[in-house]
């Protein structure tokens, strides 16, 4: 009984059956709807569940996991997490400021 598949059997003679079999042909969703007399977005549904492979269809990435943390996963362990943050984004801010300088110097330069 384990090799039984839940839910309803295909009919390849329903309009259903008749998009799969065409959708496996490589023919168009809109001729396959003209050719079938459904509409559009049944072709769709159909093709949508059939997946990639023909049988489960393929999800999404869908909604991301939650991270474990009390930050939200930021990477920040409380205080000390928070003042190595703002050490860090203060001596970035220095080098970038020595860099900036030199460039004015060099742009003063090169006027002048």
Known sequence: ???QKRGRRSDPSSKSGKVRALLATGM???DIAKKVGCTPGL???VKSKMGSTGGA???GP????KVAGSAGGSGLDGIAGIVEAVRTADRERNQLRGVLEKLQAVIADALG
Request: aromatic share 6%.
């Open 1 to 3: 009984m384990a090799s």
């Open 28 to 30: 168009s969703p809109m």
């Open 43 to 45: 072709v769709y549904v």
């Open 57 to 59: 269809p393929k999800r």
């Open 62 to 65: 869908g909604r991301p996991r």
